[in-house]
């Protein structure tokens, strides 16, 4: 009786090890890269900003830029254009202001908005046709592009 109730369970480990798909709780399968990004070609690194808006995580995307790049969220959650800026606000500004090089945005497609508000707070404007699109592999919402942009100082 005990050999067959053993030889049961194993009958029955074996048809659920052969049967059953394994559980990926929504995650990435390994590769060889996890985030499966390239950051766009940047002209010159060393005097680069890029202005990041929007309420979307992209922090992970910074180390793949040269380390010369500088980023500044200018909206978010606990920083933007506001009656009542903060130092952050105005050191940002200032930043902004003083910078001669390069100038970039970097948003989420349904966080356009943002992007133009915080911009024209700062008296700068996205120019639409050197916008690249991408979207790393890691993202789950694979149907909303990031945009990567150059952005205009206007004049006074």
């Known amino acids: 009786m005990r050999r067959r109730q053993v030889g049961a369970a194993l009958a029955c480990f074996a048809f659920l090890l052969l049967t059953l798909q394994p559980g990926d709780w929504g995650r990435k399968p390994w590769a060889d890269s996890y985030f499966g990004f390239t950051p766009p070609k940047l002209t010159d690194p060393s005097d680069t900003i890029v202005l990041v808006t929007g309420h979307d995580a992209v922090a992970y995307m910074i180390p793949f830029f040269p380390p010369q790049v500088r980023f500044l969220r200018i909206q978010g959650y606990v920083t933007g254009p506001s009656d009542n800026p903060n130092e952050t606000d105005r050191l940002m500004r200032r930043t902004i202001e003083a910078h001669t090089g390069p100038l970039y945005i970097l948003y989420r ?8 508000m915080a911009l024209a707070d ?17 993202e789950p919402q694979q149907e909303h592009d990031f945009y990567f942009c150059k952005v205009v100082k206007l004049t006074p």
């Open 122 to 138: 700062y008296r700068l404007v996205l120019d639409p046709s050197t916008c690249v699109t991408f979207v790393p592999e890691v």
């Open 109 to 116: 497609v349904y966080e356009k908005w943002h992007a133009e």
